[in-house]
């Protein structure tokens, strides 16, 4: 199924009530739009409550939103739905307090729980890796608070480019632990398909990339941003949008997400139907795995 609201007006209509929201997930998730069991693949099944199922073959019962971003929500999907259309719309991006006026909820902590979820899921997990030309470099960016011994926090944050030498087309964004060979190889083995002419400076970190299956091509010029100019272009354009949209602040252990999110913007910058990309990341949250916020708050191991 890929049928979804063009604008406003159709989402309002389609997803008027609970009963619409759920039908259009199941669509999503089951094949036919009908209930698989997990367990023993049956498709015969009856409803036990709502958003539940029990197979009439082996009578597992388990809820439809299980084993997605939507599991053990007390919120009404009418609501998730609008959330996602909200945060697809902006072609920009919106805040934590962006979210919450919008949806009107009385609590910050759940409007940033939310969209944090739904940073998580901008990254489809079978997502292809860049590939022909793609250009490689890193950058540092200044994260909210401070690092050990009071030290400005400074994330390293790695950059991938697909291009065809003129034309900016896909990226990919990491952090990375350290400048080091093992991390940045880490980096372009993750984003770049093998076999790929990976274009970089002269630094050592980078060296050895043919041994593990890529051509190589290291490129010099005085000039830094002549010398990997859509690397420099897509930094500024991060660090731009870090600025404007999050107005400068975010935690140095959350700062994958954000980047998630401008990666998901920036790759679908030429999509001209909102509708589309609120069918592709509502596709992606049924696909991704449940985070409850202990886990989204605690600092996890996303480096490289």
């Not at 950059?159 to 060979?181: C, F, K, P, Y």
Request: net charge positive; glycine share 8%.
């Amino acid at each position: 199924m890929k049928t979804y609201p063009k604008d406003i007006t159709e989402f309002e209509r389609e997803f008027s009530s609970e009963k619409q929201c759920l039908e259009y997930l199941m669509k999503i998730r089951y094949p036919d739009g009908v209930y698989t069991c997990p367990i023993c693949g049956s498709k015969k099944s009856w409803p036990v409550r709502e958003r539940t199922y029990e197979c009439a073959e082996c009578h597992h019962q388990e809820s439809v939103l299980s084993g997605t971003i939507f599991q053990d929500t007390h919120k009404p999907l009418k609501l998730w739905f609008r959330a996602i259309w909200h945060v697809t719309f902006q072609k920009s991006g919106t805040s934590a307090l962006g979210l919450q006026s919008a949806l009107g909820i009385g609590s910050y902590k759940t409007a940033w729980t939310w969209l944090h979820k739904l940073r998580r899921a901008m990254v489809r997990p079978d997502r292809d890796r860049l590939s022909g030309q793609v250009e490689v470099g890193k950058t540092y960016i200044k994260a909210s608070g401070k690092g050990k011994k009071g030290i400005e926090n400074m994330v390293l944050v790695a950059i991938a480019v697909e291009t065809d030498g003129l034309v900016v087309d896909r990226i990919r964004v990491g952090v990375i632990t350290a400048a080091s060979q093992a991390s940045l190889h880490s980096f372009i083995q993750e984003s770049v398909e093998p076999g790929s002419t990976v274009i970089t400076n002269r630094s050592l970190e980078y060296s050895g990339l043919k041994d593990i299956g890529y051509n190589h091509q290291v490129v010099e010029h005085q000039d830094t941003e002549v010398l990997l100019p859509h690397i420099h272009t897509i930094i500024s354009l991060m660090k731009r949008w870090i600025m404007g949209t999050l107005h400068g602040s975010c935690s140095g252990e959350h700062l994958l997400y954000y980047l998630d999110e401008f990666t998901f913007r920036f790759n679908r910058r030429k999509t001209k139907s909102r509708g589309l990309l609120f069918y592709r990341l509502l596709l992606n949250a049924v696909q991704l795995n449940p985070a409850t916020y202990k886990s989204i708050i605690a600092k996890q191991g996303h480096l490289h």
